[in-house]
């Protein structure tokens, strides 16, 4: 049985400072060490700062970058630094020792030599090399290393990309293996795939195969790089950076190096002439425009603005070798996927097109068929893995095998064939066996296809998971256009949004409402509110609100208010248990909803905030009440009490929004003591169901709350006090201000002439009538106008 406690992580280059932070996000105590500096001069290597000068930068470095490396900035504290020569002797102490330096065997033989001399016998070692062979850096190493070395390879940036390869070698003991399996799902969050010791293992091997195929039909069918982007991106669930910018974002040099090493290292593969490197990526190349990391490469920005004050960007014409204006073509393909939301449609949209779009995607998607199918039994024996490594990744919403599924797996047989594709012989079998699809779900579980056994199987670890697609084919227990109830089994009901964006509307509130209501009445144990959706939800419908405030509908918009406080309450004070399972984005409502559940199961990457400021209004669904519920609850006898009141404010006032579900605590959006934190997102449905089970033994129903605190007069003069500190520091406009004081007015129960003790119902008809009155702002409209057209904030 193996514990780990302390790790140390040997380099601290890009990957190596932030495969140290998110080991310090997950509760480890880390060593990060790397070289003294060469240029360092007799006397300076006196100094242990100047020694440790490369490593100390690099982690500061690694710290200050964006997006954030770690899930607050305080865990920094859990990372040690040090060098190679001072200080290897203490990964004595350490429980796993990982390797991230330069990508050359030498070097990696060299430290492991080193390493040997102090490793206590036992210990777990990896090596995050992207492509060579696991077995050759451990070649001259005693039994007990070898053993106890694999490969781990993460993916950049560590914190949110989620593969983590594991690539064991003949040596390596079984239970060294099925330890990183489930310690890298459970504790560091990730989708762990088990990969064979081949070049490139399997995520870099297919979706560099991806790109290279790309790169080749572009030329072939003489595309656009920035139409290519487009539809290669968004429109078939794969990151809006497309082929051509995401090889901007890599490095060119890198890809090359990638491309070249799969050439070189696999002289065999049926697709060799896909990894021939265009002449167009020579040009970049050779004039070091490298993408991001050099200013320009694919793409390249000016100084220049458009009529609307945005930078002209400029990009790459592959023929020419000139850079001209960016200007996409309106394909058809493009045209029609962008009215589709449900991605497989869409996705089948764009391959059925018959236009220059649906043919480019049509040829790179049917020789990735034929190219994964011969992959097996070469870098895996399972196509799940295929898929689970691109997705986990390379950020494909749908991996290689769930596109032919959504394609048709005969009609991608018959369509690569016409293409001229060799497919492995494997899938014809599997046809002609019965069997239709990759996958399918049965009875709530999701099975794929297992080429040995030549039949259906369980997903290895999907009873740790609850994926709402799986139970599309049962009836739902209720549902409206914007939800679907399901039966997640155990007596656990789970609501699900599916509204534009988990947007939260009249469909559901009215949904959420009717969804306690059966719990109640029907003897339900209680109610998980969640979804799989990238983001939870973006929080209130802004066009509904729009509306109503611009036609000056105050009594329907009034009553709209009232029913999502009252929706809220509900949540609160239902007899039942609800609890809230989030990922991605919970703003503005949806973060008003998860401060009125009895828990909130929340996936580390939830960004969670009261955002309203940013569209002229404040929390009107409850959440400024709940702020001032909160201070109230804080506070205790002797204690001064502005200051808590100000930090609240602060936090509303500005917008915060918590970059990870950590952060929400400090905001003071989750609760110690009622909400928890699952680093694997993919598990938080079926840890909130857990919870609820947890919570319905002896749940009895709260009472709604009479005894708040507010301040009154003392305290709004204060946030009056802060509101115009925040304006002379630059942090607020004039109309920031009349917001802010709206929020003042509700956090302190109003212009009460000393302290009192107020209803919840009091404060919530205040942050109503505040809501209501910036909905007749004229500055307050063209915010919500500014945003429902641009997708960001006004500050007027």
Request: glycine share 8%; hydrophobic share 40%.
């Amino acid at each position: 049985m193996y514990r780990i406690n302390k790790v140390a992580v040997l380099g601290s280059g890009v990957m190596g400072s932030g495969i140290a932070c998110h080991l310090a996000n997950v509760g480890l105590e880390v060593l990060l060490l790397d070289i003294v500096p060469f240029e360092l001069t007799d006397e300076q290597k006196q100094v242990k700062a100047n020694r440790n000068r490369l490593v100390d930068t690099a982690l500061q470095n690694a710290i200050k970058s964006k997006p954030a490396p770690l899930y607050d900035v305080a865990f920094a504290s859990r990372i040690s630094t040090g060098n190679f020569e001072d200080d290897l002797s203490k990964i004595e102490s350490c429980d796993w020792i990982i390797e991230v330096v330069v990508e050359r065997l030498d070097i990696k033989q060299s430290l492991f030599e080193k390493v040997e001399k102090f490793r206590k016998k036992g210990t777990l070692i990896t090596s995050n090399t992207s492509g060579i062979p696991i077995h050759l850096m451990a070649d001259g190493r005693s039994d007990d290393f070898k053993s106890h070395f694999c490969g781990t390879h993460f993916f950049n940036p560590p914190r949110y990309l989620k593969l983590l390869e594991i690539i064991p070698t003949a040596s390596t003991k079984a239970e060294v293996v099925d330890f990183f399996m489930d310690f890298g799902a459970n504790i560091l969050g990730k989708q762990t795939v088990l990969c064979k010791d081949t070049p490139a293992f399997i995520a870099n091997r297919v979706g560099v195969y991806a790109m290279a195929k790309i790169y080749q039909l572009t030329k072939e069918l003489g595309l656009k790089v920035e139409d290519v982007d487009a539809l290669t991106g968004v429109a078939i669930g794969r990151p809006n950076t497309g082929t051509f910018k995401l090889g901007d974002l890599v490095g060119h040099d890198t890809a090359v190096n990638v491309i070249n090493g799969i050439k070189n290292s696999c002289p065999n593969d049926e697709q060799a002439p896909a990894f021939v490197i265009p002449e167009y990526l020579n040009f970049l190349i050779q004039n070091k425009f490298l993408g991001n990391k050099s200013g320009q490469g694919f793409y390249k920005k000016t100084a220049e603005k458009d009529a609307n004050g945005k930078p002209i960007s400029m990009v790459l014409d592959i023929n020419t070798l000139t850079y001209n204006v960016v200007a996409k073509t309106k394909y058809p393909s493009l045209e029609n996927a962008k009215q589709i939301d449900d991605l497989p449609r869409r996705i089948k949209s764009v391959f059925d097109a018959s236009d220059k779009g649906g043919e480019l995607i049509r040829k790179s998607l049917l020789g990735l068929f034929a190219y994964v199918s011969n992959r097996i039994p070469e870098i895996s024996d399972q196509l799940y893995s295929i898929d689970d490594a691109l997705r986990a990744g390379f950020a494909w919403e749908v991996g290689p095998f769930q596109y032919w599924d959504i394609i048709g797996v005969e009609n991608g047989l018959k369509l690569a064939a016409e293409q001229g594709e060799k497919v492995a012989d494997w899938v014809s079998e599997m046809v002609k066996g019965g069997f239709t699809t990759f996958y399918k779900s049965e009875n709530g579980v999701r099975k794929y296809y297992n080429i040995n056994e030549k039949k259906y199987l369980p997903l290895p670890g999907s009873d740790k998971t609850i994926i709402l697609d799986n139970l599309r084919d049962k009836k739902p227990v209720y549902e409206n256009p914007e939800v679907v109830l399901h039966d997640i089994g155990d007596g656990v009901l789970c609501l699900e949004f599916r509204s534009k964006a988990n947007s939260i509307g009249e469909g559901v509130l009215k949904g959420i409402n009717d969804s306690i209501q059966i719990a109640e009445e029907q003897g339900w144990k209680g109610l998980v509110i969640g979804n799989n959706a990238t983001n939870f939800s973006v929080g209130a419908n802004l066009m509904m609100i729009a509306m109503m405030a611009y036609q000056q509908e105050w009594d329907e918009l009034n009553f709209a208010i009232k029913y999502f406080q009252n929706t809220a309450m509900r949540i609160r004070y239902s007899s039942i248990p609800v609890v809230l399972a989030t990922q991605g984005y919970v703003f503005g409502g949806a973060c008003e909803f998860s401060m009125h559940s009895d828990a909130v199961v929340a996936a580390a990457e939830s960004y969670v905030g009261l955002v309203e400021v940013g569209v002229g209004l404040i929390p009107g669904g409850g959440g400024t009440k709940e702020f001032a519920v909160r201070a109230s609850d804080s506070f205790f006898e002797g204690d001064v009490q502005i200051p808590t009141l100000i930090e609240r404010f602060k936090t509303i006032a500005l917008a915060n929004v918590a970059t990870s579900a950590q952060e929400a605590f400090k905001f003071g959006y989750f609760q110690k003591n009622k909400d928890k934190i699952v680093v694997n997102g993919a598990r938080n449905i079926a840890e909130a169901k857990n919870e609820v089970i947890r919570l319905a033994k002896n749940y009895v129903q709260p009472i709604q709350r009479k005894d708040i605190t507010v301040l009154g007069r003392t305290g709004l003069a204060a946030l009056y006090v802060a509101a115009h500190s925040l304006q002379l520091g630059g942090y607020a406009s004039e109309h920031d201000i009349k917001i802010a004081k709206k929020v003042a007015y509700v956090l302190c129960g109003g212009d009460l002439t000393s302290q009192q003790k107020v209803s919840e119902q009091y404060l919530l008809d205040i942050e109503r009538e505040a809501f209501l009155s910036l909905c007749g702002e004229q500055k307050t409209l063209e915010r919500i106008q500014y945003m429902l057209t641009n997708n960001r904030p006004l500050r007027n």
